[in-house]
C-alpha cells in the first residue's frame, strides 16, 4: 500500500476531526465522561475493527482517556489503512 502524500493526510485531517499528527503518526485522544468502563468498552471495540482489518493502532488507556496513534509501520508512514481505521475508530465512540 503506497504512503499518503502531505497534501493526502492534510484532506483525510479535515474530514477525522480531532486527528492529528504527532511524531509521523495521525493521533486522537478520546475522552469517556462515563469513565474507565466506557473507555474499556472502546478499547474492545477498536481491538476487533482491528483484528478485522488486521491492522492495529498504538492505544494507550489513561482512567477515562484512550489516545490512538496509526502508522503503517510496514510501509514506514500513514497510508488509506490508516485513515479508514481512524474513521472507524471515531464511528465507534459515538456508538
Known sequence: MALLS???ISTALA??????????LLA????FPEGFMAAMAFVNAVA??????????????????VTLRLATHSEGGITEKDTALAAECDRLAVA
Not at 474530514?15 to 509521523?24: F, I, N, Q, Y
Not at 486522537?28 to 475522552?31: G, I, L, P, S, T
Not at 476487533?48 to 482517556?65: G, K, L, V
Open 48 to 65: 476487533e475493527a482491528a483484528e478485522a482489518a488486521d491492522h492495529h493502532p498504538d492505544i494507550d488507556i489513561r482512567w477515562n482517556q
Open 28 to 31: 486522537k485522544q478520546y475522552v
Open 15 to 24: 474530514v477525522l476531526p480531532g486527528w492529528g499528527l504527532e511524531d509521523g
Open 6 to 8: 502531505d497534501d493526502d
